[in-house]
């Protein structure tokens, strides 16, 4: 059974942003407008967050890639009244859509706050609908959304590995962050390979955890250099 | 006729008429009382007070226990969805809903009892006088035997400050 | 007890119900287009979409949840008067009762209505239900939402019969008083209830198990409504001491809801005779003790926060007292606190005027402590990256607004149509005090006393 997890390494994070453009068009994210993205209502499932770090003129510049954490311990999950938010048995966050009656709860419980909302139909203006992901539904207003590791990329690769009679190999699957990343920074693959590259760096002694003294067990490794304080 | 009642303005005259038609023979469940307001201190009010309301609550109340234990356990088993590293039978949350339902199966299961032996809902009998929601206590026999009649008449005017009518 | 005072209860207390002033038909009007307005600002909210409101991201719970957990506290009136005064035979509650449980019945469906209309989309609220659906999928009973679906309908479904279940005998009073149509409708309503001794036993008897039954569903309702925080890994929301908070609290605004419906019913219906000076006096000195507790409960949770120093709640806690919700809060503290004790804790300010100006500020305390439990935590979440802030968009602001006037219409509406004060139960507190068996029979069968 595989169990999905990322590493993002910081060091190597240039803050591009090319992630987060790659997602939205991968998973048919809308854009909300200036309007209400002022109103904090923008739906970056993958955010890249900005940190000064220091004081002039030592200030170093630091991005956090931000997505969901698919943690194994996820309060997002037992506090869904509809089951939309649930674990699969691959170790991902399942979303529904169509089970999600939009009670937002799963929103507070982040402790990421990774989840989003859709406040209105999500908007097209022509030609860019043809630029629509057929593979990813497109979600109506009301429901909660997030990243999902690019799940019809793993059952793509599933499905087609199953066929071929083999296995999945270390690196076959890329999430669409993963493919995009300009600097190589972000790593995704199978936790319960102990060979595979994602494995070795949660190993890493740069790894740390995003609130892992929290308890939620989230499964994306931050690699960034230790400094002495 | 059907009935022969009066109406007494103080629970005490109703109770001399109680004690009356008593004493003329008739037994306590053909007596009929009616009253605006319920009368703790008299013994005409005790009859009738023995009653199983507080066993079929608490057996209401076990019914809602087993079924909300089965309900929880049941529909957590039928399809069972992992959800935060909680377990798939989670007793802690459920005890909660458990809770709430044997609460519920207890006061259902009162206020339907109260209905059955109450007979509520249910037709107004030919025995009744407005009168007795206006303060007066009504006495009374349905379908009396003409023997008794008199005997009767006398009890209920026996006693006292009371209109004796018939229906 | 005379039959003259009991043909004037009756008098008096049907007047509403048999006289109509033009006052009543003007509330109503107002009253019911507000009302109106309501329904119609959720059409449109349900129409152009959730985004009409001020939610945002990360303040996804706001003004609704607030009106949630404020009008299911206000609904805890009814059972701490009833219920808990009935089974300790407080005397003084007798013309109260009625009119406090009619607060819980409108309150809770008031506030049940809120989590439907804070969903993302509402028409789906019936999943919450446990039925066999054709999807085989039945509801998450982890989930606090779905507790709250329980415990509401519990106590919603206990306090409307313990409500309407009283009220028989009334009805059949009213039923004796009036012709025509009213009589075939109250007479309808009365189920052809007859006072005989064995119905009266059977019905106080259903009112003692409904009052031992509905004090723990009511203690269990609102820690259940505040489980939907402390469940949460929120800074600030994950405390234990949610469950007898949310609870004080309730009891607490219930008992100021409690005191300006009787205020307003004494005068506008001319209760003065049934409800006296010391009947508020004595919720007055309830609405002290309950100002003294939830003083203390906001107290033993601050300072444990403020001492235990963990760098996220201390950020909710200054943000609060310091920051932008400042003003919120504080005045929070003077309207919940310290106006209610200086007024209540001295008699001579202990009136009628007095006590409804303190319930009045309590009111608006309660709200505002409500509010400031779910905002500013969800606002100053673990990453200072997604902290966020929160203003009330018209929609809003209207459908608060029409809950308060819906509140105000029911209760109108029903004092109207329902004698407001128990009759029968008036009648009962008046009658002689208890004789041994041995004096009454003596004085019953005209004996000589032994």
Same mark, same amino acid.
């Given at each position: ?229 | ?167 | ?330 005045? &929070?503290?003077?309207?919940? =606190?310290? #106006?209610? *004790?200086?007024? %209540?804790?001295? @008699?001579? /300010?202990?009136?009628?005027? !007095? ?10 305390? &309660?709200?505002?402590?409500? =509010?400031? #439990?779910? *905002?500013?935590? %969800?606002?100053? @979440?673990? /990453?200072?990256?997604?902290? !966020? ?62």
């Amino acid at each position: 059974m595989h169990k999905w997890g990322m590493a993002v390494d910081l060091d190597k994070c240039t803050g591009c942003g090319a992630c987060v453009t790659a997602c939205h068009a991968e998973n048919n994210i809308p854009t909300v407008g200036p309007e209400q993205a002022a109103r904090g209502r923008a739906m970056h499932w993958l955010r890249v967050e900005r940190y000064w770090e220091g004081d002039f003129p030592d200030v170093r510049l630091k991005f956090r890639p931000v997505m969901c954490q698919q943690c194994d311990a996820a309060p997002c999950e037992p506090v869904c009244p509809t089951y939309a938010s649930h674990h699969t048995a691959e170790g991902l966050n399942a979303q529904i859509y169509n089970r999600c009656i939009g009670t937002r709860y799963c929103a507070n419980a982040c402790p990421y706050n990774v989840r989003f909302f859709d406040f209105f139909n999500p908007q097209w203006p022509k030609p860019l609908h043809l630029q629509l992901n057929p593979d990813v539904s497109v979600r109506e207003v009301g429901v909660m959304e997030k990243c999902t590791f690019c799940v019809q990329r793993i059952n793509a690769a599933s499905i087609g590995a199953k066929g071929d009679k083999r296995e999945l190999k270390d690196g076959e699957i890329q999430p669409a962050c993963v493919q995009s990343c300009s600097a190589r920074a972000m790593v995704f693959g199978d936790l319960n390979d102990p060979e595979s590259e994602v494995s070795r760096l949660s190993r890493s002694p740069r790894g740390g955890k995003l609130l892992d003294d929290l308890g939620t067990l989230p499964k994306v490794t931050y690699l960034e250099r230790q400094t002495q304080v | 006729m059907s009935a022969v009642y009066a109406l007494y303005s103080s629970p005490d005259a109703a109770q001399r008429a109680v004690n009356g038609l008593y004493a003329a023979g008739i037994a306590q469940a053909d007596v009929v009382v009616m009253s605006g307001e319920p009368f703790e201190a008299q013994p005409f009010a005790h009859r009738d007070s023995a009653t199983w309301l507080w066993y079929i609550a608490c057996l209401g109340g076990f019914v809602g226990l087993g079924f909300s234990t089965w309900l929880t356990r049941m529909t957590e088993l039928a399809w069972p969805l992992q959800t935060g590293n909680m377990p798939i039978v989670a007793w802690w949350p459920n005890l909660i809903v458990i809770f709430e339902l044997t609460m519920l199966g207890a006061i259902l299961a009162t206020v339907l009892t109260l209905f059955v032996t109450a007979k509520l809902p249910g037709r107004l009998p030919k025995l009744y006088d407005p009168e007795v929601t206006n303060g007066k206590i009504l006495v009374g026999v349905e379908n009396p035997a003409a023997a008794t009649l008199p005997a009767l008449e006398r009890a209920l005017m026996a006693g006292g400050a009371a209109e004796l009518k018939r229906s | 007890m005379s039959e003259a005072y009991s043909r004037k209860l009756g008098d008096d207390l049907l007047r509403p119900l048999l006289e109509t002033s033009w006052r009543f038909y003007l509330i109503v009007a107002v009253l019911g287009s507000i009302v109106l307005m309501g329904l119609g600002t959720w059409m449109y909210q349900m129409y152009m979409g959730f985004g009409m409101t001020g939610i945002n991201n990360p303040i996804f719970w706001a003004f609704y949840i607030t009106n949630f957990v404020f009008w299911i506290g206000i609904s805890h009136a009814g059972t701490l008067i009833s219920a808990i005064l009935r089974l300790v035979n407080a005397g003084w509650r007798r013309p109260v009762t009625r009119c406090a449980e009619v607060i819980t019945a409108f309150a809770l469906m008031i506030g049940a209505m809120f989590p439907i209309i804070h969903l993302g989309r509402p028409w789906l609220f019936f999943w919450l239900v446990p039925y066999p659906s054709s999807r085989q999928i039945w509801p998450n009973f982890r989930s606090p939402l779905v507790w709250d679906f329980f415990a509401i309908t519990t106590y919603l479904t206990g306090s409307v019969l313990f409500l309407v279940l009283p009220m028989i005998p009334d009805f059949a009073l009213v039923r004796d008083r009036t012709t025509g149509l009213r009589r075939k409708i109250y007479g309808a309503l009365a189920l052809g209830w007859q006072g005989t001794p064995k119905q009266w036993h059977r019905l106080e008897s259903a009112m003692s198990i409904m009052a031992i039954a509905i004090i723990p569903v009511a203690v269990s309702v609102h820690t259940i409504v505040s489980f939907d925080f402390s469940m949460a890994p929120v800074p600030m929301w994950h405390s234990t001491m949610f469950g007898p908070y949310f609870v004080a609290g309730a009891i607490f605004s219930g008992i100021a809801g409690l005191i300006i419906a009787m205020a307003a019913l004494r005068k506008f219906l001319h209760l003065e005779e049934y409800l006296h000076p010391v009947h508020f006096q004595n919720l007055g000195k309830l609405l002290l003790m309950m100002s003294l507790l939830w003083g203390y409960f906001v107290f033993a949770e601050r300072l444990t926060v403020w001492y235990g120093n963990e760098s996220a709640e201390i950020a909710v806690l200054r943000v609060t007292q310091k920051g932008s919700f400042a003003p919120l809060y504080w005045t &929070m503290v003077v309207v919940n =606190f310290v #106006i209610p *004790v200086s007024i %209540l804790s001295i @008699k001579r /300010l202990r009136t009628i005027a !007095g006590c409804v100006v303190a319930s009045f500020g309590v009111l608006v305390g &309660m709200w505002l402590e409500r =509010f400031l #439990i779910v *905002v500013p935590s %969800l606002g100053h @979440k673990y /990453l200072p990256y997604s902290w !966020g802030t929160y203003r009330p968009r018209p929609v809003e602001l209207l459908i608060t607004t029409s809950t308060f006037a819906a509140m105000c219409l029911l209760y109108t509406l029903f004092a109207k149509f329902v004698p407001i004060i128990s009759i029968w139960e008036l009648k009962v507190g008046e009658q002689e005090p208890h004789e041994t068996a041995q004096e009454r029979s003596a004085r019953v069968l005209g004996e000589a006393r032994p």
